[in-house]
């Protein structure tokens, strides 16, 4: 496997960044549970500061660096939460953050960016915009991957060691795509501790790299992203979570915008909290998945962020 985080990593992870994140809720659902027949819980990311769980990769890099590593401060490519999340822990790090934006970034993602405290720089989309990075990584600036990163994934992983912390016996762990940072350190953290659970990966269509790159047996690079699960915008996998993906997923369930929308109110008017449809989505997924379901079985679901913008939740 390419250089992929250790459960050991995970463990340090954790302990280098618990002072700066939340423990998250995890909770059972009665609804949910009704609704597919089994025992299902939500792990409750959206409650993390900054509204996603990106702060426990920045956070866990950022510490990792070497003071010589750290120059100027850090730059990170992002339209979404771990734009946030890199501004977030840049500023309670005490280190210059900028952050290179596509130009179609939303509003609420680019004011609380601005909010804590980093500099933006707009580029014309999200290929411009990694490929300025080499110029400031020259200057002296440290790059943040939003998830191909050892330091990265192995701090979104330490999610996977509170999961079997709160529901020991958890059968089934389903979290939502983007690059494959999450789902990776999850997988990598509870299939390690108890190989005998599933976790099954969730994309939509239009936002669905990983899927793609899978079925091909090599890297596929979407020629846009027209999913409305925007943070589930990467392009491409990498190499690393790419072979993360195929070796510790049972399957990617693809879905429809439809399906994440319609799940997403489902949870907002039983569960009463709103997330992205990036994190919805893992209950349009279930909801596909629920043969492999049982009264036995006891699923976690991820809900990684809740950062909705107000224009996209006025058109649903």
Request: net charge neutral.
């Amino acid at each position: 496997m390419v250089d992929a985080p250790s459960l050991s990593r995970i463990q340090r992870a954790r302990q280098r960044i618990t002072p700066c994140v939340k423990r998250t809720p995890l909770t059972a659902s009665a609804s949910l549970s009704e609704r597919l027949r089994t025992n299902v819980y939500v792990k409750l990311e959206i409650f993390q500061k900054t509204g996603s769980f990106k702060v426990r990769g920045a956070f866990n890099k950022i510490l990792s660096l070497r003071p010589e590593e750290r120059g100027k401060g850090v730059v990170a490519v992002s339209g979404g939460n771990h734009a946030q999340a890199v501004a977030y822990a840049a500023r309670m790090l005490g280190l210059p953050a900028v952050v290179l934006m596509p130009e179609t970034t939303p509003r609420n993602y680019v004011e609380a960016t601005r909010g804590y405290g980093a500099e933006i720089k707009f580029a014309a989309d999200v290929r411009a915009a990694f490929a300025e990075v080499a110029e400031y990584e020259r200057q002296g600036w440290a790059f943040i991957h939003p998830f191909d990163d050892p330091d990265v994934i192995a701090g979104q992983g330490t999610i996977g060691l509170e999961i079997l912390d709160d529901v020991p016996q958890v059968t089934d762990v389903i979290v939502s795509i983007g690059g494959g940072g999450l789902i990776g350190g999850i997988a990598t953290a509870v299939k390690t501790l108890k190989p005998g659970v599933r976790v099954w990966g969730v994309e939509t269509e239009g936002a669905d790299c990983m899927s793609k790159s899978l079925a091909a047996e090599e890297i596929v690079t979407l020629p846009a992203i027209t999913s409305v699960a925007r943070t589930l915008g990467a392009p491409a996998p990498s190499e690393r979570t790419l072979a993360m993906a195929r070796n510790l997923l049972e399957s990617v369930t693809v879905v429809s915008d439809a399906e994440a929308l319609a799940a997403l109110r489902f949870i907002l008017e039983r569960l009463k909290i709103l997330t992205e449809p990036a994190a919805s989505c893992t209950l349009a997924a279930a909801d596909r998945l629920r043969d492999q379901f049982s009264p036995e079985k006891h699923v976690v679901l991820v809900l990684c962020g809740g950062n909705m913008p107000p224009e996209d939740l006025a058109r649903i």
